[in-house]
């Protein structure tokens, strides 16, 4: 069956500009992570969902990070107002359920911000 | 919070020998897991093996191996019959009650013939 998908694999923006980045999980799992990985570091968490709702956003590093999942399967990570320090690998993960289930990873998308 | 420390930032093994990767963890949490991820160079996140704080015994998965020391806080990695392919980034990562992955800063494995 498919993996985990995230679109773009690369996206390269200005700084103060708005992206999105896409998450497509297994079907059928109903948990999703996203992750931030900077260059030299393991991944650091930014927000899960259980369903539709975000259980944790716990995360997100301030409110020009915000995230959604309507309909409970595809997610989107927005980043308003980019800046430099936003620069990293952005990674999806997916689970069948919040605990300690295996996180499945997506490939990951490469944001540079110039 | 969960905090992992990975103190081998690189490591060499010969083709065919065995490698431990080290581990420790600090968590107030009672329940816990921890996970060994795989990363090679195109960058996804390969899930290897997990272990429950509960479990009695050390978990394994083919090659690999946990060595779980709770005393200790420490849940090294043990690949056994290294192979070319096994040249990586490892992560060590622990979830608790929040649900979320904390992961350490890695380690570098490469494999030499």
């Known amino acids: ?114 | 919070a969960q905090k992992i420390t990975q103190t081998q930032p690189g490591m060499f093994v010969q083709e065919k020998e065995a490698v431990t990767l080290d581990c420790t963890y600090d968590t107030s949490d009672q329940s816990y897991g921890l996970f060994w991820y795989k990363q090679p160079s195109s960058g996804e996140m390969i899930f290897l093996i997990y272990q429950g704080s509960y479990d009695e015994q050390n978990a394994t998965e083919g090659r690999y191996s946990l060595n779980f020391q709770k005393a200790r806080k420490s849940a090294n990695l043990v690949i056994s019959a290294s192979q070319l392919g096994d040249s990586a980034m490892y992560f060590c990562a622990s979830g608790g009650s929040g649900y979320a992955l904390n992961f350490g800063k890695g380690t570098s494995l490469l494999v030499t013939p």
């Open chain 1, 1 to 114: 069956g498919a993996g985990v998908s995230q679109t773009p694999s690369n996206k390269v923006t200005e700084k103060g500009k708005y992206v999105e980045l896409r998450c497509d999980p297994i079907s059928g799992h109903t948990a999703l992570y996203w992750y931030r990985q900077s260059l030299g570091q393991g991944p650091e968490f930014l927000i899960y969902f259980q369903g539709t709702g975000a259980a944790d956003d716990s995360g997100l590093p301030n409110d020009r990070f915000f995230a959604v999942r309507p309909e409970g399967s595809v997610s989107t990570l927005k980043i308003q107002r980019t800046e430099r320090g936003d620069s990293a690998v952005y990674l999806c993960a997916s689970s069948l359920r919040g605990t300690y289930n295996e996180q499945f990873f997506g490939p990951g998308t490469r944001l540079t911000v110039l």
